[in-house]
């Protein structure tokens, strides 16, 4: 898009394209240093541009320049804002983020294209990680022999955003051993559930429930025993596949099978015909088949990130508590 610069860009934003950025709190450790820090990261949603200034150019050139303003100042000395065809840099007071991440509804490759430069063959834009579900068909679950758990409890909002609380402590920690296991090559980072990110994704459609449904849902989450649980938020908007997506999940070998059990009991019992789980560790999809769970690469909601670093970094728990 050559023929619109950047300062012209930042004043027709509003009009032409525009989009709605969350600023959130990243845990990372880079193998240099072995430990827990805490960046800022960026989530970026509601791209959009208005019907009649589509197929010019305006929304993809706006995902251009944002990097200019959200990447750190350390990052952005290392890069070339390419002025000759651009215009002068834009210059707003942001410039904190480590990275961006995005959930791409127009396919795995238009964000890549949105790079610090101009050309699509850069590629430098948001890449697309692990866009990976695994699907129950509720209505397909024998769930026959299945009683309720005695060592369950019923998560509220309250006592969900208490779970999700601890969960950061064990985020953490596993973010530095997968640091220190991969040789010391590799940085990790996570997004974090807690300050009000994975109780987003329950509020955000919790407020149409009454619309459609008389009875909701009251639970947002169930955990058994002393440490695995499952959160989730539900949605009655579609005329067919009401579904509940599960939002942050943490379980082992051993748990799996009896919270999954669970799950899929309050899922029929609500009406709801589809479960759905993103990026599930590879260690448990086994277990998960047990009740007719597939893996399937998503078609939409593509979880993409920039990184505004020069190391090698990994995103772990991109789970659907950080979308947006």
């Known amino acids: 898009m050559r023929n619109v610069r950047a300062k012209d860009i930042l004043t027709i934003h509003a009009f032409f394209p525009y989009f709605t950025r969350f600023k959130r709190k990243i845990a990372i450790c880079r193998p240099s240093r072995g430990v827990i820090e805490h960046e800022v990261g960026y989530a970026i949603a509601s791209v959009f541009t208005l019907p009649q200034y589509r197929g010019k150019g305006y929304g993809k050139h706006m995902m251009r320049l944002l990097h200019w303003v959200l990447a750190n100042e350390d990052y952005l000395k290392t890069q070339t804002f390419p002025e000759d065809q651009w215009g002068p840099r834009p210059r707003l007071e942001v410039g904190d983020a480590s990275v961006a991440a995005l959930w791409s509804d127009v396919g795995p490759t238009f964000y890549q ?142 748990d799996i099978e009896r919270l999954i059990a669970q799950v899929l009991r309050y899922a029929r019992d609500h009406s709801l015909g589809m479960v759905e789980l993103w990026n599930l560790a590879p260690d448990l999809v086994d277990a998960c088949r047990k009740f007719g769970g597939s893996v399937v690469e998503r078609d939409e909601h593509f979880p993409a990130i920039k990184w505004y670093g020069n190391e090698s970094v990994e995103w772990l728990y991109n789970e659907r508590f950080c979308w947006c």
Not at 161 to 181: G, L
Not at 198 to 208: D, G, K, M
Request: some cysteine; proline content about 4%; hydrophobic content about 35%.
């Open 113 to 254: 294209g949105c790079g610090m430069g101009e050309g699509v063959e850069r590629g430098d834009g948001w890449l697309v990680r692990d866009p990976f579900s695994v699907i129950w068909n509720v209505h397909e679950v024998d769930l026959s022999g299945i009683r309720e758990e005695e060592e369950a409890t019923w998560l509220d909002e309250e006592s969900a955003k208490a779970i999700w609380e601890k969960d950061v402590v064990h985020i953490e920690a596993e973010v530095v051993q997968a640091t220190q296991s991969k040789g010391g090559t590799q940085t990790h980072f996570s997004f974090l559930p807690n300050e009000g990110v994975a109780e987003f994704q329950w509020f955000r459609l919790h407020y149409h429930f009454k619309r459609y449904i008389p009875n909701p849902p009251q639970c947002c989450g169930l955990q058994i025993g002393d440490g695995a649980f499952a959160t989730w938020t539900c949605d009655f908007r579609r005329e067919s596949s009401k579904s509940m997506i599960l939002t942050r999940l943490r379980a082992n070998e051993e």
